[in-house]
C-alpha cells in the first residue's frame, strides 16, 4: 500500500511564526504536491514537485515556500504565519496517474 | 482553462436508496477522470481512474461510468459507511499540474 505520512496532523501557531509542514512517502513517486482544502472552496494547489531540488507555483504560491531535498521528503514552509493561513493541508504524491493523499494537517494560525 | 464541476453539492439518501453522483468536466485532452472519497477531517481516499469514455470500474456498491463530457459514480442500495464527500478530478495528457479537482459531492446515507 501507498503511504504519505505528513509530520502532525493538528498544530496552532501564533501569527509571525515560521512554520514547517513535513510530508513523506514510501513509493519512490517523482511527483509531490502540497494542497489546501477550505471550505466552499475546495481543493488549491500551492506546490508541487516533480523531481528532488526542482518545483513549480500552483496556484496559490503567495506566503509559501517548498524544499525537496531528498526524493520521499517534500516540505512546505510558511515563512510569516497569518491568520488567513488556518487551513486543512494535504500532502499528495504519485507516479504518472492518481494522487495519494496524506491523513492532513489541520493548521490554526491565531 | 479545466474546469470539473461536481453534482449535486450535497445528496441525502436513506439506507438501500441507489442514486447516482455527476462529474462534468472540460479537460483539453484528458488523461484519466479519477474519483476519491473523503472523510471528514481526513485526506482523500484514491478510489478509481477512468481512461476512456465508455469505461466503467467497480468496488463493492461503487461503479464509476466515463462519456466524452461527464463521469458518474453509482451508489448502489448505500449504507450509512458509505456516507463521505465524493471528489472527482481531471488530469489532462502533457500536464506537470495533473489534477484539476471539482469541489465535491457530500453524501449522507441515513439509516
Known amino acids: 500500500d501507498v503511504k504519505v505520512t505528513q509530520s502532525s496532523r493538528y498544530l496552532v501557531k501564533r501569527t509571525g511564526e515560521k512554520v514547517f509542514l513535513e510530508c513523506v512517502q514510501d513509493m519512490d513517486h517523482e511527483n509531490m504536491f502540497w494542497y489546501r482544502q477550505d471550505p466552499g472552496l475546495g481543493l488549491r494547489l500551492i506546490y508541487f514537485?516533480?523531481?528532488?531540488?526542482?518545483?513549480e507555483k500552483g496556484d496559490i504560491p503567495e506566503g509559501y515556500s517548498v524544499s525537496r531535498e531528498k526524493k520521499e521528503r517534500f516540505s512546505l514552509i510558511l515563512e510569516s504565519a497569518s491568520t488567513n493561513q488556518t487551513s486543512m493541508y494535504l500532502c499528495?504524491?504519485?507516479?504518472?496517474?492518481?494522487?495519494?493523499f496524506g491523513p492532513g494537517t489541520r493548521l490554526t494560525v491565531t | 482553462e479545466d474546469q470539473v464541476t461536481q453534482s449535486p453539492e450535497a445528496l441525502r439518501l436513506q439506507e438501500g436508496e441507489s442514486s447516482s453522483l455527476n462529474c462534468s468536466y472540460t479537460?483539453?485532452?484528458?488523461?484519466?477522470l479519477f474519483w476519491y472519497r473523503q472523510d471528514p477531517g481526513k485526506g482523500p481516499e484514491f478510489l478509481f481512474t477512468?481512461?476512456?469514455a465508455g469505461e466503467e470500474k467497480e468496488k463493492e456498491r461503487l461503479k464509476a461510468t466515463l462519456t466524452k463530457k461527464e463521469s458518474f459514480l453509482h451508489i448502489t442500495a448505500p449504507k450509512p459507511e458509505d456516507s463521505a464527500t465524493y471528489l472527482c478530478a481531471g488530469g489532462r495528457i502533457g500536464s506537470a499540474r495533473q489534477l484539476t479537482f471539482g469541489s465535491g459531492t457530500q453524501l449522507t446515507v441515513l439509516p
Open positions: 479537460v483539453s485532452g484528458l488523461r484519466g
Open positions: 514537485s516533480y523531481d528532488v531540488k526542482m518545483k
Open positions: 477512468l481512461y476512456s
Open positions: 499528495a504524491s504519485s507516479f504518472v496517474g492518481e494522487q495519494y
